[in-house]
């Protein structure tokens, strides 16, 4: 179903679930392992219902980091099956209420070594037992994604495609247009494509604008679909990847970004701009909270479910001008909304 909805037009994913949990106390800083899914199943829910009420097409199971490797290091291997489970049982529910699609999600593993037969192996099950318990609870598709070496990329496609689901690679790039082997991003996009990946594309590390640069490049390099996810922090020049940024002569990376958060507005305007060049899957990353899909979804023209409450900046009391807002406009606007019988309780009470 997701290619099918890529033809007709592009498609809005969801925004960085780790971090912005992380935000509202349910991810450790650090290790940013996603075992919320088991101790606060009612807090990733609302976070994906957010994202689904912002105009996300697509909410990815939080599974991001469930692989052994990372769960490990905060001792939870053994809920490594429960994780994955219920991370894509609780995108399921959500999306299912409103018309969403759900995508598996796997991620770099730490396990994978460029030249280390070895390290395949490892890292190929680790991808399948991710995978398998995922595609147990109903997933539409796959996204492997954060990946920076074109080997890992490869396996994890390998990995997507004998489930028969379609696979969207996205690769991660911080100083220069490279995979971590040395190899140029057209020549790696245009190698996973013939490889059979579906939709191909770059997320995480990068601002809008230092991944549309790149984005480009993929477009005219593959004719499969094309998938960008940015962090929703500034970068620049001299600071490509939003890891590296200094606040007050320091790395501000993870707890200090909140000064380099953009704005709902640039991240419309991102949305605009990769419609544009021809990027079919329109997401986010790391920093993108409900707020930005929510702007990203009307820039491209869409009413989505909060759009019922998008700002109505005219109506506040010290930036707006409403005096030209008669009592009787209030009235029907309270009726439309709420019923004749609330906002006559309304204008009746001492409140």
């Known amino acids: 179903m997701i290619l099918e909805k890529l033809e007709q037009n592009p498609v809005i994913g969801d925004g960085g679930t780790i971090f912005e949990l992380e935000r ?3 991810v450790s800083a650090g290790p940013f392992t996603p075992q919320a899914v088991l101790d606060h199943p009612d807090a990733v ?3 994906q219902t957010d994202f689904a009420r912002a105009g996300a097409e697509v909410l990815q199971a939080c599974t991001y980091y469930a692989h052994e490797e990372k769960l490990k290091v905060v001792g939870l291997t053994s809920a490594l099956k429960e994780i994955n489970s219920q ?3 609780i995108a399921r529910q959500v999306a299912d209420q409103y018309d969403a699609l759900v995508a598996g999600n796997i991620c770099n593993t730490w396990a994978y070594e460029p030249g280390n037969a070895s390290t395949y192996a490892e890292t190929r099950r680790q991808f399948d037992k991710q995978i398998l318990y995922q595609s147990d609870q109903g997933v539409d598709f796959f996204i492997a994604e954060t990946i920076e070496y074109l080997g890992e990329a490869e396996i994890a496609l390998e990995a997507i495609r004998a489930s028969g689901l379609p696979a969207m690679i996205t690769l991660g790039f911080k100083k220069d247009d490279k995979t971590l082997e040395g190899i140029r991003l057209e020549e790696s996009f245009k190698l996973l494509e013939d490889k059979g990946a579906d939709i191909v594309g770059i997320n995480c590390f990068r601002d809008p604008e230092r ?3 790149l984005a480009e490049r993929v477009r005219d390099a593959v004719s499969c679909f094309v998938a960008t996810q940015p962090v ?6 001299e600071r490509p990847y939003f890891q590296i940024q200094e606040l007050n ?3 501000a990376f993870p707890l200090e970004l909140d000064p380099f958060v953009l704005t709902r507005k640039e991240m419309a305007d991102y949305a605009i701009e990769a419609r544009k060049i021809g990027v ?3 997401g986010a990353c790391c920093g993108a909270g409900p707020h930005h899909i929510r702007a990203m979804a009307e820039a491209l023209g869409r009413t989505v479910p909060a759009s019922e409450y998008s700002p109505q900046l005219e109506l506040h009391t010290i930036i707006g001008d409403s005096s030209h807002i008669k009592e009787k406009d209030s009235q029907i606007l309270c009726e439309q909304r709420y019923g ?4 006559h309780f309304m204008e009746n009470s001492d409140e």
Not at 232 to 237: I, M, W
Not at 340 to 343: E, R, S, V
Request: glycine share 8%; hydrophobic share 30%.
């Open 45 to 47: 829910r609302q976070l």
């Open 249 to 251: 002569g320091k790395v």
């Open 87 to 89: 991370a894509v049982k």
């Open 340 to 343: 004749k019988a609330h906002c």
């Open 211 to 213: 991944i549309l640069s």
């Open 280 to 282: 079919n899957y329109i």
């Open 232 to 237: 929703a922090y500034r970068c620049s020049h």
């Open 24 to 26: 509202r106390g349910y």
